[in-house]
């Protein structure tokens, strides 16, 4: 089935308001057998009609987002009714429904409130448990002049559009949909290669069965490789993925690198603790971010100046003077520094030159030393050159230190 979104709102358009609802939509739809073949943004007013009638003439389902509030520039109820050539009329139970959460909060009822209960003919309310627009559906029509599709009318906010569509939609296009195909999609976290490498050892031969369909989605230092068919058929090759990608693969259908060393520092029983000096603190933001973190991780330090790596972190003075803070004898230093302060199972050390000055020609801007330590004794260091701005630079040093250590795990 042909599905479109249409979000409407000049505040997305003008960039004060992140537009989410694609991602989110493509998400839940997937395991319903259905995926958005076009989305289009419009602002507040005349657009709306536009936008309306092109998808009328395409799609079969057509999900709205925004304008069913109480103001002015909330017109989508009001031009969908028009084109449709249904009658609006007060919803006493939505009236009521919007009373009663005004009274609840202490709020007074004004009269443009009652906009949002105005229902076209033939419509099934949704109900909104989490503001006071409720979203619309009304079925798909077929007449010998004209067609309209599946139309569902939902409200911009997400914290009100999430749960509306997971209580009320999701049933709905069950429904129209029917049993779903038994397609998956599965994604492999690669981190270390690039997509055009990843293409090569792995991607051309699995597109050119033709019973695949194959996709990478490129980042700083990382790909996903996703694979959509049946699930035998996903079954089938994935053998030949994982001999191909090997260590490169760092995680599954979404893990991010750094949920997936938490989660197994949990499983090993084991803890981490960091040494940061040109990344500021974001190795451990990262790890933290991760539920369960507070189980594995002991403490981070962020050692910017010298006198702060040998104070905190036991960094012998003639080392730094010897081979610079930026140095492979330091990284090493820092990483088993912090595995003696913390006592952590590992400790990773990270030091480099983030830019735009600093560098030299023998260690130029976006040089970066990682080290990762282990209580045992044992320590393994990468060198690295990423030679972009600071933001950049910190996110892929700090990938590249994530890699390192769960290349490290048992």
Do not use: W
Not at 37 to 60: K, M
Not at 139 to 152: D, G, I, R, V, Y
Not at 326 to 347: I, K, L
């Amino acid at each position: 089935m042909n599905i479109e979104v249409l979000n409407t709102g000049t505040e997305l358009l003008l960039g004060n308001v992140v537009n989410s609802h694609l991602a989110y939509f493509g998400r839940e739809l997937f395991p319903l057998g259905l995926r958005i073949q076009r989305q289009v943004t419009v602002p507040d007013g005349s657009p709306i009609r536009d936008a309306l009638l092109e998808a009328f003439a395409r799609c079969d389902i057509l999900i709205v987002t925004g304008g069913l509030g109480p103001t002015t520039d909330d017109i989508t109820r009001e031009i969908t009714a028009q084109l449709l050539s249904r009658r609006l009329s007060e919803s006493a139970e939505v009236t009521a429904a919007i009373t009663a959460r005004l009274q609840r909060r202490g709020i007074p009822y004004r009269a443009r409130m009652q906009r949002q209960a105005m229902v076209p003919e033939g419509a099934t309310v949704l109900p909104n448990e989490n503001g006071t627009a409720p979203g619309l559906y009304l079925p798909a029509t077929q007449t010998p002049s004209s067609a309209t599709p599946h139309l569902f009318l939902l409200p911009g906010p997400p914290r009100e559009l999430k749960p509306m569509f997971e209580a009320s939609v999701i049933p709905l296009l069950k429904g129209i949909a029917g049993t779903p195909p038994s397609r998956e999609c599965r994604t492999y976290h690669v981190v270390g290669m690039g997509e055009s490498t990843v293409e090569e050892v792995i991607g051309l031969a699995l597109d050119a069965r033709g019973d695949l369909e194959v996709g990478y989605c490129a980042r700083p230092n990382e790909v996903d490789f996703r694979l959509i068919g049946d699930a035998k058929i996903l079954d089938e090759v994935e053998p030949s993925v994982l001999t191909a990608l090997g260590s490169h693969i760092a995680g599954r259908d979404g893990a991010t690198l750094e949920e997936g060393i938490v989660g197994r520092l949990i499983a090993l029983h084991q803890t981490v603790a960091t040494a940061e000096s040109c990344t500021g603190g974001l190795l451990a933001s990262r790890i933290t971010n991760v539920p369960g973190a507070s189980e594995i991780f002991h403490e981070g330090f962020v050692t910017y100046a010298n006198e702060s790596k040998i104070r905190h972190l036991g960094v012998p003075a003639e080392l730094l003077e010897k081979h610079g803070a930026v140095s492979e004898p330091v990284a090493r230093a820092m990483a088993e520094g912090v595995v003696a302060r913390s006592g952590s199972n590992f400790g990773v050390g990270v030091t480099g030159i983030a830019g735009p000055g600093g560098g030299t020609p023998e260690k130029p801007m976006g040089t970066v030393f990682i080290a990762v330590a282990q209580r045992d004794g044992t320590t393994e260091c990468r060198h690295e050159l990423f030679p972009t701005d600071r933001e950049t630079f910190k996110q892929l040093a700090t990938q590249s230190a994530l890699d390192l250590l769960r290349l490290k795990l048992p």
